[in-house]
């Protein structure tokens, strides 16, 4: 079984720059489509990006394309996320997850990291 934790948030102001890492315990992360996802208070976890097995196939949220890229390091079992251009409305706990199946909904994931908080100051 895969384990999942999140490192790299912080404060940033807007219009700045934040990297999420994402590592992974275990010798089957290459196995998996990963994805992000981000919860805001008194929101619903939502869906930021994803990521196929191989990394060849990537998708993101409306909210955060062009501003965000997601990546894959299998030899290192890390997966990345680089934010660019931040806004205030990007704060949230943000968390890693793993599926064998691959989609936007968070139902389809079934492994989950502890999350990492990203506040934006305006």
């Known amino acids: 079984q895969v384990q999942l934790v999140e490192s790299g948030g912080g404060l940033v102001q807007a219009g700045g720059s934040l990297r999420l890492s994402c590592a992974a315990s275990g010798r089957t992360f290459s196995s998996f489509v990963m994805g992000w996802f981000r919860q805001a208070p008194g929101k619903e976890r939502e869906f930021v990006a994803g990521?196929?097995?191989?990394?060849?196939?990537?998708s993101y949220a409306d909210s955060v394309r062009g501003r965000f890229t997601i990546s894959r390091d299998n030899a290192k079992n890390t997966m990345y996320l680089q934010m660019n251009s931040l806004k205030p409305e990007d704060t949230a706990a943000y968390y890693c997850a793993a599926t064998n199946h691959g989609g936007t909904r968070k139902a389809e994931y079934h492994i989950w990291g502890p999350g990492t908080q990203v506040t934006v100051s305006s």
């Open positions: 990521i196929s097995w191989s990394g060849s196939s990537t």
